[in-house]
Structure formats: structure tokens, C-alpha cells
């Protein structure tokens, strides 16, 4: 069997997921676009590979787009020590912004 072949099954039983295979490669970007195309859902969650969600977590994100639709929303970046494996609460990245002109 091929790894394909296993995803794919692993994911038949998941619910409300659905796996997306790509003709061609094109960036991790358009990949995510792709998905948000294809959604029918009322907001698109992305979670990079190395992010582990914790208990809660969605809750405050989704309140934040209920109060208006156009909000991006970031979560609270927590980190786990280098040296020592200790969890940090809210040791990563802190408030973000940015402007349409990216800062420039």
C-alpha cells in the first residue's frame, strides 16, 4: 500500500473532512485557498502541522468572528521550553497586526 492509500483512508472516516489531492503543486498558499473554495462550511480553520490545539481553543476565535465577519483572528501563541520541555502560556507570539501596506 501506498502512503497515499493510507491517508486517504484514514480520512474517509473522519467526520467533516475531506481530502483534496492537487493536479499539480502549488504552494502551500494556493493549497489553502483551494480548500477555502471548496468549503461549505461558515469559517475555514487552517492549523499548521506542528500546532497541537488545546482544550478550548476554537471557542474565543469563533466568538471574535461572530462579532464581525471580516475579523482575522490569530489565537494566543503559547510555547514549549527548548532546553527544559516546560510549557510556557503565552510565551510565543503576542498581539499581531498589520496594515494593507504590510508596515511599509
Known sequence: ARLQDELSN????????????LKER?????????GVW???AEVTVFLDSHIE???GWLEPIL???K?????????SIDTI???DLEYRLGGGL???GFSWTLGQ
Open 10 to 21: 484514514y480520512v474517509k472516516v473522519l467526520p467533516k473532512t475531506r481530502l483534496v489531492r
Open 26 to 34: 502549488r504552494g502551500l498558499m494556493m493549497a489553502r485557498m483551494e
Open 38 to 40: 471548496r468549503s461549505t
Open 53 to 55: 490545539a488545546t482544550k
Open 63 to 65: 466568538a471574535r468572528i
Open 67 to 75: 462579532e464581525d465577519k471580516r475579523h482575522v483572528v490569530v489565537p
Open 81 to 83: 521550553g527548548a532546553d
Open 94 to 96: 503576542g498581539v499581531l
